[in-house]
Nanobody, 124 residues
């Protein structure tokens, strides 16, 4: 079965850091682009970042650029999101997602594999 599982979320103070991990099973993650999305209560889902299958191209949303870093270790079938200088507005449920091909896109609907989501809370 195709599966993505997120880990590493939790509660952190403003200015702190977290690293999210997305572990894939059941398919070849090294063949697909992978992204991190988030959703806060009452707000639309937002794509934060995307990395192509081999890491050749990385895209960031303006809201996280300079603070978040997406990376992948295809040998471990794993994708990471390093989050630094966290702000309260970063709070939400974070989802790992993968496309059906190697390139990143601008539409969340193009991502067909999704993790269950993990909570990130930034609060003092």
């Amino acid at each position: 079965q195709l599966q993505l599982v997120e880990s590493g979320g939790g509660l952190v103070q403003p200015g702190g850091s977290l690293r999210l991990t997305c572990a894939a099973s059941g398919f070849a993650l090294d063949l697909v682009a992978t992204g991190w999305f988030r959703q806060a209560p009452g707000k639309e889902q937002e794509g934060t970042s995307c990395i192509t299958s081999r890491g050749e191209t990385i895209n960031y949303a303006d809201s996280v650029k300079g603070r978040f870093t997406i990376s992948r270790d295809n040998a471990k079938n794993t994708v990471y999101l390093q989050m630094d200088s966290l702000k309260p507005e970063d709070t939400g449920v974070y989802y790992c997602a993968a496309r059906g091909g190697p390139h990143c896109g601008s539409k969340g609907s193009d991502f067909i594999y999704w993790g269950q989501g993990i909570q990130v809370t930034v609060s003092s």
